[in-house]
């Protein structure tokens, strides 16, 4: 089931928030379209429900067959109501903490009601401010969460933007694949992508939590499955270990050093593909020299950048700027080594 809130009326005083209809269409339509591993008839969409009846009876019948799946996902405002517990804002929410768990849909209701669904897996996307508080109910011990952002962060919605930050980079994520993954699109490879993708984007850091071997669970195919050494596949895994490394860059170290195991794939996979001296693989092979000497290995980058500059010189026209680049780049990893 796919909730969102887009509009709210007095009492509320909350914004609108028009991307939570986009959220859910787009978010339908990955699910259950082409790439999608769910059946159109079982996913259920409601917006602005206007009571917490509206989108709880979107669960199936508890004494249905047994389900491969039960997913809720709700996109809109999130509020914090007695003992700053999780609510999920309604068209009539008032956001004050008396009157909050009494006008939402607190989050403990919704996880309470999955419970008593026959599933073998149970799952809940939760897109929005402060969404992280949801691992703090109880009755969500059994059920994989994953939310747009942590306990005391807010989730941003750019008025321009068709879709909120979160759910617009998880689509994107759906629609353009992961070139060096399987077939399948499974929970933690879309929680570990979006924990690069979404900071590299200006936007918070989601958060995990798995229940048993629930982050093997896939909710589509991986579009972008064998393209890992096609031009194109190279290059979008060569962007997304410059994501890595400027995230590494921000504080935490082991991000760069990640950034260096990806950029050496991604260098051996080029030189066989494409050969040592193409233009594309010097250019990873000068990717991967920078990343080295940024994780603390200044010499080895300087090996690295001399044997790229001997073979750059061997194709590179007069003045080519690229070249330039590469000998600045082991010049200053040479000053380093002093």
């Known amino acids: 089931m796919l909730i969102g809130t887009a509009t709210h009326v007095v009492p509320s005083t909350l914004p609108p928030l028009p991307q939570a209809v986009a959220n ?66 309604l068209p009539g929410s008032v956001d004050d903490e008396k009157s909050t768990e009494h006008t939402s849909l607190p989050v403990a209701a919704v996880f309470q009601a999955m419970r008593r669904v026959r599933a073998a897996h149970k799952v809940a996307v939760i897109d929005c401010c402060s969404a992280g508080r949801a691992l703090d109910a109880p009755q969500a011990a059994d059920i994989h969460l994953l939310t747009a952002v942590g306990r005391n962060r807010k989730a941003l919605s750019p008025e321009s933007q068709e879709y909120t930050g979160f759910t617009g980079e998880l689509l994107r994520l759906l629609t353009e694949g992961v070139p060096e993954e399987p077939e399948h699109l499974d929970l933690t490879t879309i929680y570990r992508r979006l924990a690069v993708i979404l900071p590299g984007a200006g936007l918070p850091p989601p958060v995990q939590r798995a229940f048993g071997a629930s982050g093997d669970l896939a909710l589509a195919r991986n579009p972008a499955h064998g393209t890992a050494c096609t031009g194109q596949g190279l290059l979008a895994r060569a962007r997304f270990a410059e994501q890595v490394k400027a995230l590494g860059l921000t504080g935490r170290p082991r991000r760069v050093a990640q950034a260096v195991r990806l950029f050496e794939d991604i260098v051996t996979d080029a030189v066989r593909e494409l050969g040592p001296t193409h233009r594309e693989t010097l250019l990873y092979r000068h990717a991967y020299a920078a990343a080295t000497g940024e994780s603390g290995e200044p010499g080895r980058a300087c090996a690295l950048l001399k044997r790229i500059v001997a073979d750059w010189e061997s194709i590179a026209p007069p003045g080519d700027a690229e070249l330039d680049a590469v000998r600045a780049s082991h010049d200053h990893w040479q000053g380093r080594t002093a």
Not at 29 to 48: E, K, M, N, Q, W
Not at 53 to 75: I, K, Q, S, V
């Open 24 to 89: 859910v269409a787009g978010l339908a339509a990955a699910l259950t379209g082409p790439l999608g591993l769910l059946d159109p008839s079982a996913v259920h969409c409601r917006i602005d429900p206007q009571v917490p009846a509206d989108a709880l009876t979107l669960l199936p019948a508890t004494a249905g067959d047994e389900l491969d799946l039960c997913l809720f996902y709700f996109a809109g405002h999130g509020m914090l109501g007695e003992d700053e517990r999780l609510c999920l804002a």
